[in-house]
């Protein structure tokens, strides 16, 4: 190994006599070392590059594996990856357990908002929606589905299943700090996304904006490498041109006006189908064989003759909250009029999502600034259940 170590930046160090507490800033995960001769290797070390033989030399192999296997150590080519962490926390969503590769369905928050110009509130949207599942203390195991509008008895049975197996995990947040570049932002999400998938796991990511949700479909599209298909609930398109692109060089990025454009461009997308589209933005809306829009209006009128999906293909979801009428989701920083109702949406999903193979979610958009009385974040805790209800498990195949 010719690479190069040197002490994580994520680490603080507190002396104490001959030991010292070793603190990860992004995790808050703790280690004592009461070695004193690996104590001041340590301390000596900063801003230092060590060699895997000076490692071995200086304090024998297993110490060094320590070191290296608990990321206090890390290879000097590998620190940008070292960033890619997540941030977990005491309270959980749902009250479930913490990320573990056991589970079938990962929930992941996406604290970044940056992507949509008029707003970046809705970074704060992955914690809200765990401190409002705390506050009024949901855990689901053995609960009454009744209450948030899940009534169709298979529904519950599979519901029930999921969270008294333990199929559920809450991965926490993917840690990004403030001062990070964009570029280097969406890399990790992208990162997650192929962890995730590669895990054999279907991820649940809560953002954010919607531009996060591009870095999602770069990961399925990287480590699926087979062709799958999004359905994209949404009163906007998201993908409009400007003319102002070209002074921005938005044309060269992408934010959560115009990833879509982006995301055609995938290699393995097959079709981009998207659902409650409404508004004047849309007609800015670059035209792409890939992709087909069914109107609000077609949802409310004749839900018959929208389109029935191909079962055997994959498909990815992509919900933003402003898909539904603003008189019932008012927290987001766009929202159209006429939208969908909640009833109309969960006819769609009947119509749509039963007996497809979903891969993976994501819930985007919610803007707890704009909310009033938390009924938007509300809203979206029975979205995310209902969602649920759609994913096949072993008794759906057999």
């Given amino acids: 190994m010719n690479d190069t170590y040197i002490l994580s930046p994520f680490f603080t160090i507190k002396k104490y006599q001959e030991k010292i507490n070793l603190v990860d800033i992004i995790s808050g995960k703790k280690f004592m070392i009461t070695d004193p001769y690996i104590s001041n290797f340590l301390i000596e070390s900063r801003n230092k590059e060590l060699s895997i033989t000076d490692l071995h030399e200086s304090i024998n192999t297993d110490n060094a594996d320590f070191l290296i296997n608990k990321k206090i150590l890390i290879e000097k080519s590998g620190m940008k990856e070292s960033a890619y962490k997540t941030v977990e926390y005491n309270h959980t969503l749902f009250n479930l357990l913490d990320y573990k590769k056991e589970a079938k369905?990962?929930?992941m928050g996406v604290?970044?908002?940056g992507g949509n110009y008029t707003s970046d509130e809705t970074k704060t949207f992955p914690n809200a929606l765990r401190n409002i599942s705390k506050k009024n203390n949901i855990n689901f195991k053995g609960s009454n589905f009744n209450a948030i509008g899940i009534t169709k008895e298979d529904d519950i049975e599979k519901l029930n299943l999921l969270f008294r197996n333990n199929e559920l995990s809450d991965g926490g947040d993917i840690f990004i700090h403030k001062h990070e570049t964009i570029p280097d932002i969406y890399?990790?999400?992208?990162?997650?996304?192929?962890?995730?998938?590669?895990?054999?796991?279907?991820?649940?990511?809560?953002?954010?904006d919607h531009s996060v949700t591009y870095s999602i479909l770069k990961g399925i599209n990287e480590q699926l490498s087979t062709p799958f298909s999004v359905l994209h609930f949404d009163a906007h398109t998201d993908v409009?041109?400007?003319?102002?692109?070209?002074?921005?060089?938005?044309?060269?990025?992408?934010?959560?006006?115009?990833?879509?454009?982006?995301?055609?461009?995938l290699q393995n997308l097959e079709?981009?189908?998207?659902?409650?589209?409404?508004?004047?933005?849309?007609?800015?809306?670059?035209?792409?064989?890939?992709?087909?829009?069914t109107y609000a209006s077609h949802i409310k009128n004749n839900l018959e003759n929208i389109k029935k999906l191909d079962p055997t293909k994959k498909y990815y979801i992509t919900f933003d909250i402003?898909?539904?009428?603003?008189?019932?989701?008012?927290?987001?920083?766009?929202?159209?009029?006429?939208g969908l109702l909640l009833q109309e949406l969960y006819n769609l999903?009947?119509?749509?999502?039963?007996?497809i193979n979903i891969i993976g979610f994501d819930l985007v958009e919610v803007n707890p600034k704009?909310?009033?009385?938390?009924?938007?974040?509300?809203?979206?805790?029975?979205?995310?259940?209902?969602l649920l209800t759609y994913v096949k498990t072993t008794n759906d195949e057999s």
């Fill in 187 to 208: 890399d990790k999400i992208t990162f997650f996304s192929k962890k995730i998938i590669k895990e054999q796991q279907l991820p649940f990511f809560i953002g954010g």
């Fill in 111 to 113: 604290p970044f908002g």
């Fill in 349 to 355: 999903f009947d119509y749509l999502l039963k007996g």
């Fill in 105 to 107: 369905i990962v929930f």
């Fill in 271 to 293: 079709r981009y189908h998207q659902y409650g589209i409404r508004g004047l933005s849309n007609l800015r809306t670059a035209k792409n064989e890939k992709l087909e829009i």
């Fill in 370 to 386: 704009k909310d009033v009385g938390e009924i938007t974040q509300s809203l979206a805790i029975q979205l995310l259940i209902k």
């Fill in 322 to 338: 402003d898909v539904l009428d603003p008189s019932i989701a008012p927290g987001t920083a766009t929202p159209e009029p006429n």
């Fill in 240 to 265: 409009y041109t400007s003319e102002y692109d070209a002074i921005l060089r938005l044309n060269e990025g992408y934010h959560h006006g115009n990833f879509v454009k982006k995301a055609l461009q």
